[in-house]
């Protein structure tokens, strides 16, 4: 087992479960109870979380945020990684759809890969980078934090005929095949001219391209059709890096239909849920398409961009009028159950999006040291240990392994950082 220095696990707050019984039991000594267990469940565990936006919210501080150093500001740091038991935070090489179109995609993706290697210069008996599923399991037994990579956007692997082996070779793990709009490959969940009717001819090769690489294909984000098509066109399985399901936010098309979680887990994949509000609740989510309307109304009557001090300021005070309805660590949970009993407990996991939605984090689930509190969540709903494993971590793990080997049947090759 590996060593890890767990921090005092944070009460969970606003957690009613829909049994009477685990009620209950989250009450008084049960709580304390599920607390004391989750703690060791961490520590005892790998946890992998697919979606955290920590290089772009570097980039955009100019480089003042050190995350190898406890940070004042954002959800994502080492000291706070180490006490929640967190082991692969993949980071997110995340490309605005507005770069992507200006044609700096590669030259961005690139600089915040820099980062992340820089991350690890830095820290080297802290952080480890990863690129294969072996240097996972060695850094978890070195006591490193591993730090995968995932192209949030895959806009630069349209920047030349090298660029998938480039983004390889550089570390790349999972691409999320388009972001708010269309780009050369996919069309966006985001985007409702629907450019391609799903995927481009491209986008189709792409994904073949990806499979014999050993690069997982991330699903989140896609169009619906550009989903169906990629279950089809895909040799491997495939993952939703930071999606939840569909049926807790109805009509919101970048959370997955039961019928696309079905298909998903039937090829091997998993969703691993985001944590965002807006994702898991429909009351947080009304909430946000109500603000972004009456945010856009403001920028265009008064004629600023969404991000000038202008529009911060509205934003400040809309929420203070109009308070967020945030979501809480049942909500999370809830989502979760229900991929399980859509699919199975092997097809779930976690893809928090912590650094990249913003103060719409539920109570107790706050930032990376936090994940006991998800699995007391888990705990009370009678999730056992090795289930709880599995959705921690191993699921994602074992798609990425058999990814690995999809692309060494294909020629390919397992490229590892430890080999």
């Not at 957690?15 to 709580?31: H, M, P």
């Not at 599920?34 to 565990?45: G, L, N, W």
């Not at 480089?63 to 000291?79: I, L, M, R, S």
């Not at 806009?155 to 691409?175: C, K």
């Amino acid at each position: 087992m590996r060593s890890v220095a767990l921090a005092a696990v944070i009460l969970l707050t606003a957690c009613s479960t829909s049994s009477t019984d685990s009620s209950a039991d989250l009450s008084n000594n049960g709580q304390q109870n599920f607390q004391a267990r989750a703690v060791k469940i961490a520590r005892d565990s790998i946890i992998v979380d697919t979606h955290i936006d920590v290089p772009i919210r570097v980039e955009m501080s100019n480089g003042t945020e050190d995350v190898t150093q406890a940070t004042t500001g954002g959800d994502f740091d080492y000291p706070r990684a180490r006490a929640g038991g967190l082991d692969v935070p993949f980071m997110s090489i995340f490309i605005p759809a507005s770069v992507d179109e200006a044609g700096g995609s590669r030259a961005l993706a690139d600089k915040l890969i820099d980062q992340v290697e820089g991350m690890a210069e830095r820290a080297p008996t802290e952080f480890a980078l990863a690129t294969c599923v072996a240097d996972v399991r060695r850094n978890v037994a070195a006591g490193l934090i591993s730090l995968p990579m995932g192209m949030e956007n895959g806009g630069p692997m349209a920047a030349g005929d090298d660029a998938p082996m480039h983004f390889f070779e550089r570390g790349i793990r999972y691409v999320t095949l388009a972001h708010a709009k269309s780009n050369a490959f996919s069309d966006s969940s985001y985007d409702q001219k629907e450019r391609w009717q799903g995927l481009s001819e491209a986008g189709r090769q792409l994904v073949v391209r990806l499979n014999d690489l050993g690069i997982m294909v991330d699903v989140s984000h896609i169009s619906e059709r550009a989903f169906w098509q990629v279950m089809e066109a895909s040799k491997a399985p495939v993952i939703a890096s930071h999606s939840s399901a569909r049926a807790f936010t109805p009509g919101f098309e970048r959370n997955l239909s039961d019928d696309m979680i079905k298909a998903l887990a039937r090829r091997g994949g998993v969703v691993q849920v985001n944590f965002g509000s807006s994702f898991d609740t429909a009351a947080a989510r009304s909430w946000s398409e109500t603000f972004e309307a009456a945010a856009k109304a403001y920028q265009a009557e008064q004629r600023v961009a969404p991000f000038s001090p202008e529009s911060r300021a509205f934003a400040k005070a809309y929420r203070a009028e109009h308070p967020f309805p945030f979501a809480s660590v049942d909500d999370v949970v809830d989502h979760m159950d229900h991929i399980v009993k859509l699919a199975g407990v092997e097809h779930v996991g976690i893809g928090s999006d912590f650094d990249g939605v913003g103060d719409t984090l539920p109570v107790a689930l706050k930032d990376v040291s936090m994940y006991p509190n998800l699995i007391a969540g888990l705990l009370a709903r009678g999730y056992d240990s090795r289930q709880i494993r599995l959705i921690l971590g191993e699921n994602l793990l074992r798609v990425w392994s058999q990814v690995e080997r999809i692309a060494q049947q294909r020629g390919g090759r397992i490229q590892c950082v430890g080999a």
